[in-house]
């Protein structure tokens, strides 16, 4: 079964420098998610859109930007990178109209601030 | 706002024991629950959910969770743990209505020795 894509699956970056990371979800899933996850540290969410607008918003800095095309892609960009921003980062989805409320998750894309 | 509280961080059994893993979660309103397993180095991956209906559920690895709504709980249980059972396990909580974010609890660390 198809599952959720990341890319890239790494990246390492200078600080101040930006990054762009990649979601496709499961296809006919309609909502995406973003997560952050710090070393040893549980995911926190983002931001997450339904039907290629923003639907909810969390712990998301400023520096951070997020949309969702119309093929239902989602691209998180960072900016002014920091050291604190290396992290783990998760994409999930799921497909609220067919009432599939569980998300399943990508591999993540671990970013490195250097 | 909702919260999860895994009360163990880590927990260490032997092969073939049974182990149970604890979730309390709070919420003002009906959630969804999930359990999530993450093997070093890799994603998150659905292990079982709660939506509704029978409180008591099972995953295809012989794990299972049961929903009580009196005790804002949802344990997760194991009767005989192998060695490959090894891996972070996260609890977590959704509002029901759709497209609502995953609030984690901080993961327990299970490890299971020879």
């Known amino acids: 079964a198809a599952g959720v894509i990341q890319s890239p699956r790494h990246l390492i970056k200078e600080k101040r420098e930006t990054a762009t990371l990649k979601c496709y979800p499961i296809?006919?899933?309609?909502?995406v998610y973003w997560y952050q996850q710090g070393p040893g540290q549980d995911p926190q969410f983002l931001i997450s859109?339904?039907?290629?607008?923003?639907?909810d918003k969390g712990s998301i800095p400023d520096r951070f930007s997020a949309q969702q095309f119309s093929d239902y892609h989602s691209e998180l960009n960072m900016s002014s990178l920091e050291l604190g921003d290396s992290a783990l980062y998760f994409c999930?989805?799921?497909?609220?109209?067919?009432?599939?409320?569980?998300?399943?998750f990508g591999p993540g894309t671990r970013l490195t601030v250097t | 706002a909702q919260s999860v509280t895994q009360l163990d961080s880590q927990v260490p059994v032997f092969e073939e024991a049974p182990v149970e893993l604890r979730c309390n979660y709070s919420?003002?309103?009906?959630?969804?629950l999930f359990w999530y397993v993450q093997y070093p180095n890799q994603g998150l991956q659905l292990l079982l959910k709660?939506?509704?209906?029978?409180?008591l559920v099972e995953s295809i690895n012989g794990f299972e969770a049961e929903f009580n709504k009196s005790q804002t709980s949802f344990h997760l249980r194991k009767p005989s743990v192998h060695i490959s059972d090894t891996a972070e396990y996260f609890c977590?909580?959704?509002?029901?209505?759709?497209?609502?974010?995953?609030?984690f609890g901080k993961g327990t660390k299970l490890t299971v020795n020879p």
């Open positions: 999930a989805s799921s497909r609220i109209l067919a009432g599939v409320y569980e998300q399943y």
């Open positions: 296809p006919r899933h309609d909502t």
């Open positions: 859109f339904y039907e290629k607008m923003q639907s």
């Open positions: 919420s003002s309103v009906s959630v969804y």
């Open positions: 709660y939506l509704s209906g029978s409180t």
């Open positions: 977590a909580v959704s509002n029901q209505g759709g497209s609502e974010k995953l609030v």
